[in-house]
């Protein structure tokens, strides 16, 4: 059985910070590019963030682009995502994907919401 699980979602106030992680079970995630998205309600799902699956290169949406951050630890089998000056417009449920075609596991997906 595969599975990714999401967590450090939460609410935080404008300006704020919060690490999301995406831990992966039943296979070995450093074999995988791992992605981040994000869905609004009444929105599109964004991609919001990429890292390879060596870590060694990353890309990111323009509307996060030097506020938030793609990681990976493949010792744990976890990907991250620290997400610095958050604003209300990121407020979203955040899903990780692990992608290696034929491959592609989801996560169940983390709520951030961003608010005063």
């Known amino acids: 059985q595969v599975q990714l699980v999401e967590s450090g979602g939460g609410l935080v106030q404008p300006g704020g910070s919060l690490r999301l992680s995406c831990a992966a079970s039943?296979?070995?995630?450093?074999?995988?590019?791992g992605r981040w998205y994000r869905q609004a309600p009444g929105k599109e799902r964004e991609l919001v963030a990429a890292i390879a699956s060596t870590g060694g290169t990353t890309t990111y949406a323009d509307s996060v682009q030097g506020r938030f951050t793609i990681s990976r630890d493949n010792a744990k089998n976890t990907v991250y995502l620290q997400m610095n000056s958050l604003k209300p417009e990121d407020t979203a449920v955040y899903y990780c994907?692990?992608?290696?075609?034929?491959?592609?596991?989801w996560g169940q997906g983390t709520q951030v919401t961003v608010s005063s």
């Open positions: 039943g296979f070995t995630f450093s074999r995988y590019t």
């Open positions: 994907e692990a992608r290696a075609p034929p491959y592609d596991f």
